[in-house]
């Protein structure tokens, strides 16, 4: 499947604000991190060995591990290893593309001892930008085997369910710039000048309220950068059929001049 906008966005941000993960785990696997464990990212290209003996990249959105802090009162140092992918548009594919993934992760990280092969699957979950009354809140993978069944489930977070209020009071930053999804069916409307304003001045709070975070202590202002230049991606991909929704959403953000200004923070950091 080809990779999307949208994945570049999940990527791009995970890659580059790591630590913005830990909440949407929390979120989507009712775990308790406090957001000083250490988040290793994983190699997410893995290679799929079709029936016809050949093999084809695969490209996970998000493979990492997450380690606990070594105080933590039950498990010290634990590691855990989780699997997420950005799903933009349904294609009932899903759940076989994540098993692939899960099964080639699984065996990557496999162990051989004496005449036992242990195979370990991650914690999995899909982010679904498009989701709909048919889209189901988890998915669940059953696997027959010579000694018995088992599964697994995939639980499913759907971001348009979730308020720009519920964004912040949960501290899930990372869908900030996926938000806009909640929208797209208004675009036609909002084209609309006077009725366009109503979506910039949410997005002026959006950025109020990131600069809040920042000086709150929530938030550091790499990651704050990010997000505005990654929000301006994924509103110039989504609305590039609607003009003035795309500019107006856009400027309020922050507009072209945030393509280096997360990278002028970091460098002059260094």
Do not use: W
Not at 38 to 63: A, V, W, Y
Not at 160 to 181: G, M
């Amino acid at each position: 499947m080809d990779n999307t906008p949208y994945d570049d966005v999940f990527r791009t941000l995970l890659t580059d604000c790591t630590e913005l993960m830990i909440p949407v785990v929390n979120e989507i696997f009712h775990t308790h991190y406090t957001g000083k464990e250490t988040i290793c990212l994983l190699q997410n290209e893995h290679f799929i060995k079709m029936p016809d003996g050949s093999e084809q990249e695969r490209i996970t959105d998000s493979s990492f591990e997450i380690i606990s802090e070594e105080t933590a009162p039950i498990a010290q140092g634990q590691k855990k290893r989780y699997h997420i992918e950005c799903q933009s548009t349904e294609d009932g594919s899903m759940i076989v593309r994540m098993f692939e993934y899960d099964t080639q992760l699984a065996l990557e990280n496999r162990e051989f001892t004496s005449n036992i092969l242990t195979v370990q699957f991650p914690d999995s979950a899909i982010v679904s930008l498009r989701h709909t009354k048919n889209t189901p809140e988890e998915m669940t993978v059953k696997v027959l085997t010579p000694g018995g069944r088992v599964s697994y489930t995939v639980p499913v977070l759907k971001v348009k369910r979730y308020t720009i209020h519920e964004l912040f009071e949960r501290k899930l930053f990372f869908l900030i710039p996926f938000h806009i999804f909640a929208y797209e069916k208004d675009f036609k409307e909002l084209e609309e000048k006077k009725k366009l304003k109503q979506l910039e001045a949410e997005y002026a709070s959006i950025r109020e309220r990131l600069e809040i975070a920042c000086q709150m202590g929530d938030l550091n202002r790499y990651a704050k950068a990010a997000i505005l230049d990654m929000s301006r991606k994924v509103i110039e991909h989504i609305a590039v059929k609607y003009k003035n929704v795309a500019k107006g959403v856009s400027r309020t953000m922050g507009g072209k001049v945030l393509n280096y200004e997360a990278k002028d923070i970091l460098n002059r950091g260094r």
